[in-house]
Nanobody
Framework: QVQLVESGGGLVQAGGSLRLSCAAS????????MGWFRQAPGKEREFVAA????????YYVDSAEGRFTISRDNAKNMVYLQIDVLKPDDTAVYYC??????????????????WGQGTQVSVSS
């Protein structure tokens, strides 16, 4: 099991940027695909980005429009999500997640077994 703690959320104006961080503990981190998801009020949790255990390849939601960049540092047990040109529609709780199975790609909610508590991102217009 991987324990995850997100940070870096906050209130920003539209057009701004944020870098979310996810600190992971557990010996299996470097063998897991890691993902970022988000959940807006009244909506289902949705996939944003994922990165394979080695750092490549990466996957993004179709609507990412090049504004999201996921990265990881296996030496530090960290995963990051850079969000640029923030829009009010990006307002949501952002969750970091670790895949259930080692050395397997994952992009669906059901593929992930460990979740952080979430960090709130609010974008004002």
């Amino acid at each position: 099991q991987v324990q995850l703690v997100e940070s870096g959320g906050g209130l920003v104006q539209a057009g701004g940027s944020l870098r979310l961080s996810c600190a992971a503990s557990g010996r299996t981190f470097s063998s897991r695909t890691m993902g970022w998801f988000r959940q807006a009020p009244g909506k289902e949790r949705e996939f944003v980005a994922a990165i394979n255990w080695s750092g490549r390849p990466t996957y993004y939601v179709d609507s990412a429009e090049g504004r999201f960049t996921i990265s990881r540092d296996n030496a530090k047990n960290m995963v990051y999500l850079q969000i640029d040109v923030l829009k009010p529609d990006d307002t949501a709780v952002y969750y970091c997640a670790a895949a259930k199975e080692a050395f397997r790609a994952a992009t669906r909610v059901a593929d992930f077994g460990s979740w952080g508590q979430g960090t709130q991102v609010s974008v004002s217009s």
